[in-house]
């Protein structure tokens, strides 16, 4: 059974929305429930344990205040009543998934919090993206894909080359990334996953970590803490994809690699692109990696390779994109996630990256579906 998030407001066109918002969430690590009356609460309370609760200021009385829950977080209106300055708080007029992030924020500091119980998933899927072409295709067939699976799938984007933080991509305006995520699990700190999502950015149903801020926090990672890492998010969290853009300057990759249950290896047409491929499909031979049959080359053309340089030759920093601006939806978009990275998002998609993900997607569910064919008479 999971954890229980609760949250009380007694303005119910606010907790309609915010609830609205996290039934979007694919992601969330609790059982969510919304009351907005203190009977129902109580009532609620009496059968059930309560890890977390979210109650906004004007609903925090004291028979409220006083329930059996693990941790108490106030929906404030400005400044705190005194009678409250004892609990953590977060203003309330903000957007939703800031509002979120700062209340995991809050759980995942406190060193008593509940460890999460595991989810029992099915068909969960584990996919590296590695590349010996230029890194920035390996990373946008990766944003590409996630967008794809995303639209039937819970997908996690994670990256793993230890220059993408530094280059910015899919940053935002994050100001917590990939790093403080590893140095947590270092740490040997209980809820993993509490962590995560109070950090974990979407744009367009598809959840990314931000990455890592600096290239030495990657480096660090030993080869077998990898697959204790996301193993972890996967057991304790909501996904059931997670794409991995792996970088060549990754630390001894063979760990993380056998962590994936699929490797799609992207690769231009030009001479050199090919070789290195080989090159690599070699290596994994002469080393007799368990993970060289997984292996699958996605062959990109250069009509593919040209309209992703469109799309990533825009100033994000300017605000000058080759794509129209497109506002945020009830789609599941995070307005924390920058202005180009959801437009570059969606361009990746509904491209031909996004093409090249969809006919792969396609040819994995018929290889799945074909029937098998007994030898036997």
């Known amino acids: 059974m999971r954890n229980v998030f609760a949250v009380f407001d007694t303005e119910q066109e606010y907790a309609f929305r915010l609830m609205e918002y996290l039934n979007c969430r694919k992601n969330m690590p609790f059982e969510v429930q919304m009351f907005t009356s203190p009977g129902a609460l109580i009532s609620f309370t009496g059968k059930r344990h309560v890890d977390l609760l979210l109650v906004s200021e004007r609903a925090a009385a004291d028979n409220i205040l006083n329930l059996p829950v ?39 500091a406190e060193k ?61 305006e994050a100001d917590r990334t990939m790093s403080e995520l590893l140095y947590y699990y270092r740490q040997g700190k209980k809820g993993l996953i509490y962590c995560a999502d109070s950090m974990v950015r979407s744009i367009r149903g598809m959840h990314y970590i931000p990455p890592a801020s600096h290239p030495g926090d990657l480096l660090m990672m030993q080869a077998d803490q990898w697959s204790g890492f996301f193993g972890e998010l996967l057991d304790t969290g909501s996904y059931d994809t997670l794409i991995l853009d792996i970088g060549s300057g990754l630390v001894e990759p063979e760990g993380i690699l056998s962590f994936c249950s699929e490797i799609y290896m992207p690769m231009t047409g030009n001479v050199f692109s090919k070789r290195a491929a080989e090159m690599l499909q070699m290596w994994a031979g002469d080393n007799q990696a368990e993970w060289k049959d997984r292996l699958q080359p996605v062959v990109i053309d250069e009509e593919t390779c040209e309209d992703y340089r469109r799309i990533f030759a825009s100033d994000a920093s300017a605000g000058e994109t080759n794509m129209p601006a497109e506002g945020t939806g009830p789609d599941g978009t995070d307005p924390g996630s920058g202005l180009y990275e959801r437009e570059r998002v969606s361009a990746l998609r509904s491209g031909r990256m996004g093409q090249v993900a969809c006919r792969l997607e396609h040819e994995r569910i018929c290889r799945q579906s074909e029937p098998v064919v007994s030898n036997k008479l």
């Not at 929906?75 to 957007?95: D, F, M």
């Open 70 to 108: 693990g941790k108490i977080v106030v929906l404030s209106e400005g400044e705190c009543p005194e009678r409250l300055e004892a609990y953590p708080s977060v203003c309330k007029y903000q957007s939703a998934g800031q509002v979120v992030r700062e209340v995991m924020d809050f759980y995942s």
């Open 112 to 172: 008593d919090a509940a460890a999460p119980p595991k989810i029992m998933k099915s068909n969960v899927r584990r996919i590296g993206v590695v590349s010996t072409c230029e890194p920035g295709i390996r990373t946008a067939f990766a944003i590409a894909l996630g967008g794809v699976l995303s639209e039937h799938r819970s997908v996690l984007l994670a990256s793993l080359d230890p220059w993408t933080g530094s280059a910015g991509v899919l940053s935002g």
